[in-house]
Each structure stands twice: as structure tokens, then as C-alpha cells.
């Protein structure tokens, strides 16, 4: 018997195995953090004075990057439905941890570029969307909260990843920072996805949730496992109104975490107080996440989506009237529940609107319409630094896009015919 099986009879025999499987989705979410803009953050300075490049230049590098990242991501969606998140998984996380090593050996704009690619497509893309597949596989009507307990890993990485980045590169300095962040991915995230995963839960017998399991329900067959192919959820309106909500949602979120230390040290901030304000944000997702999960799992999904849109509008505000300390700790607040709705949402919308037999393609698909909306967000804000030398009023026009996301959302967002699972909340 292989040392997987062992593991995995020890632990049934304790408790439903699908909660082994949130937790190392958010060791994977955590181990994203190399790919993701909190920690590029702590970067932005040291990066530009080294290479000598401008605010303007290094977003526009970041977003491109990230843009030809994105449309890879459908790609990867299909390999998941394919090979399964184990394999998917080990392959993407040796990838993030090459990534890292090239990003800290970048010696030039171009060099940058392709670095900020590879670690968006495998850091912010690829690793959590394997993640959050592996959750939608393994629950269903309780994916909600399986699906916060997993952004926890994004709440600890917000806590972990800047001040410790920031650390580093004081230490030893940026370059070497990034040695030490590819070597603990492949540290931290190898072992578990080696001995711990399986793909589903029938896979060995079970059922989502933790129900009955296949043979004690009186069914030696494996059930099958339903959900609209990707070109049938093309065809439904419910698609794009996600894609409209993702975009925006993931422009205006990587846009205040891009510049979040050089917004608030612009606003008289210091840089310590700054990089501390991620710590603050994530102890808020700590403290909301699994609220949020179970809002996700009680209430209607559309008027849940619309009070996550709402709040990304109210943390642009918060940043921009964030003058000092005290503005400081309330944007904190507020984009601390921010990102427990984002982070929640990230994994659930896709197989509760459109079923899991096709979510890797179907969620590869929407999150490359949410990476592109990342790569164009920080481009505005650098631009509203370079030429006109404050962004406060941006911050708040930008607040328009998720308030009319949450209007249409409420009046228009509906479940697809031939989706059946969770009724209860349409």
C-alpha cells in the first residue's frame, strides 16, 4: 500500500478527507504569494532604483506580463479537466519555483517582464487555480466555507509575504529575496500535493461534503459527475455577467495591492506602517472569511456577489481619503473583507453556476478574463502618479465600475438551465 493510501485510510477514518484537501489548497494559495501583488509591493522601490525604471514602466511591464499570462490560463483550466489537480499541481508548483529564481536574476526591463509573466501565470494564475478546483471537486453544498477556509492561505501570505519580503530584502537585498521565495514554494507545497491529494472524492469511494459513501448508499457504480461544457456555458448570459463582475473586481483589487506602500507612504504614511497594513488586512480576512463562506452557502448567490462588489468599491474610497494612521487602519478594515469576498468567490462562482465536470475549463477561462482586468489595473494608478502626481481622484472614479457590477448582478444574474445543484439559492 503506498504511503498516499496510508495517509489517506489514517485520516478518514477521523474526519471527511475533503477537509485534508482545503487545507492544502491553502498551502497553495499561500505558496501563490510569490505571484502575487502584495508581495510585488514590497518590490516596486528597490526593482526601480536598481534597474532604473519609472512607476509608469514597471506597471506597464506587470501588466503586459500579466496579460499574455492570462490568456494562457484556459489552457490550464483544460489540463486540470484533463490530468487531475495532483499532477497539474506538482507540475505548476517546480514551475513557480523555477519563476522565482529567474524574476531575482532579471537584469533589464525585458528580462522583468517575462519574469513578472511566469510568476503571474503559475503564481496568481495557475497555482490558485488548481487550488480552488481541487475544493469544488471535493464539496458542494458546503463549498462556501471549504472555499474561505482555502483563502485563509491568501490571508496568511498577506500577513507572511511582504514583511517578511521586506526583511529580506533589507537583509540580503531584492535579487536574493527571491532565491529564498522560489526555494520555500517548492518546500512548502511539494510534499503535501505528492502524498496528500486525489482528484475527487469518488476517486476513493466518497462523496462531496461527506456524505454516504458510494458502497453504503447501496451503488457500486461510481455516480457521475455533472456541469455544462465550456462552450455551453459561452451560450448562457450568466457567463458574462461573471466575466463583467471578475474583470473588475480583479482590476481594481491587484491596483490597490500593486501600489497599496506607495499610496499610503504618498499619503504620509510610513513604509513600515505601510507594509504593515497587509498584516492588518489579513488578520480582518481571518476574522470574516469563514462569515462570508457561510453567507455564500445560505443566502442568494447574486445578492452575495453584490455586497463583495460593493466593498471593492468602498476600499478604493477608503484608500483614497487614507491620510495617515488612522485612514490607514480603516482602509485595512475594509480591504481585509474585501479580499475574504474575492478570495471566497475566486473558487465558488464557476462550478455553482456551471457544475463541476468541466469547471477547469470553464474557471481557466473566466480567471483569464479576471488576470487581464490584474494587468490593466496598476497601469492607470502609475500613470495618475507620473503625470499628475496624485491618484486620489481615480481611486474614487474607478469605485464606479464595481457599484454598477453589483446593479447588474442583482437584476440579471441567474443559474443556467441544466444546473440543478443548490437551487436553493437561486
Not at 512548502?188 to 466518497?206: K, Q, R, Y
Amino acid at each position: 500500500m503506498s504511503l498516499r493510501r496510508r495517509f489517506f485510510d489514517a485520516v478518514s477514518r477521523r474526519f471527511f478527507y475533503g477537509w485534508t484537501m482545503a487545507g492544502v489548497a491553502s498551502l497553495g494559495v499561500f505558496a501563490s504569494g510569490a505571484g502575487q501583488s502584495h508581495t510585488f509591493s514590497v518590490f516596486v522601490e528597490p526593482i526601480s532604483r536598481d534597474l532604473g525604471v519609472s512607476s509608469a514602466e514597471l506597471a506597464t511591464a506587470y501588466g503586459a506580463a500579466t496579460l499574455v499570462a492570462a490568456l494562457l490560463l484556459p489552457l490550464t483550466g483544460r489540463l486540470f479537466d484533463r490530468f487531475g489537480p495532483r499532477r497539474a499541481l506538482a507540475g505548476i508548483t517546480v514551475s513557480l519555483g523555477f519563476a522565482c529564481l529567474i524574476f531575482g536574476a532579471a537584469a533589464n526591463l525585458i528580462w522583468l517582464t517575462l519574469g513578472f509573466g511566469l510568476l503571474r501565470f503559475f503564481g496568481q494564475g495557475s497555482l490558485m487555480l488548481g487550488s480552488a478546483n481541487l475544493v469544488s471537486q471535493w464539496f458542494s453544498a458546503r463549498r462556501g466555507f471549504a472555499m474561505s477556509l482555502m483563502a485563509l492561505g491568501f490571508a496568511i501570505s498577506m500577513a507572511v509575504h511582504p514583511p517578511l519580503s521586506q526583511y529580506l530584502v533589507d537583509q540580503i537585498g531584492w535579487r536574493q529575496a527571491w532565491i529564498v521565495l522560489g526555494i520555500s514554494t517548492w518546500l512548502i507545497m511539494l510534499p503535501p500535493v505528492l502524498i496528500m491529494i486525489f482528484d475527487t472524492p469518488e476517486s476513493v469511494g466518497l462523496r462531496p461534503d461527506g456524505h454516504s459513501p458510494i458502497a453504503a448508499a447501496g451503488n457500486d457504480n461510481t455516480p457521475e459527475i455533472t456541469g455544462l461544457t465550456l462552450p455551453q456555458a459561452l451560450r448562457t448570459s450568466s457567463f458574462y455577467i461573471l466575466c463583467f463582475c471578475w474583470f473588475g473586481l480583479s482590476m481594481m483589487t491587484t491596483a490597490l495591492h500593486f501600489y497599496q506602500v506607495t499610496i499610503l507612504t504618498f499619503n504620509g504614511v510610513s513604509t513600515e506602517v505601510a507594509a504593515f497594513v497587509f498584516t492588518m488586512s489579513a488578520l480582518t480576512m481571518v476574522v470574516t472569511m469563514p462569515l462570508v463562506g457561510r453567507l455564500f452557502d445560505h443566502a442568494r448567490t447574486r445578492f452575495a456577489l453584490a455586497a463583495g462588489n460593493l466593498i471593492t468599491a468602498g476600499s478604493l474610497i477608503a484608500m483614497s481619503a487614507a491620510g495617515g494612521v488612522g485612514g490607514a487602519i480603516v482602509y485595512a478594515l475594509i480591504f481585509g473583507l474585501n479580499n475574504a469576498f474575492n478570495l471566497t468567490m475566486f473558487g465558488y462562482l464557476w462550478p455553482r453556476y456551471f457544475g463541476r465536470k468541466h469547471v477547469g475549463s470553464i474557471q481557466g477561462t473566466g480567471q483569464m478574463v479576471a488576470v487581464v482586468g490584474a494587468s490593466v489595473g496598476p497601469l492607470p494608478v502609475g500613470l495618475a502618479f507620473d503625470l499628475i502626481g496624485d491618484p486620489t481622484w481615480l481611486l474614487r472614479l474607478m469605485a464606479l465600475y464595481p457599484i454598477s457590477a453589483a446593479l447588474i448582478a442583482v437584476v440579471f444574474l441567474r443559474t443556467p438551465a441544466g444546473v440543478t445543484d443548490n437551487a436553493h439559492l437561486e
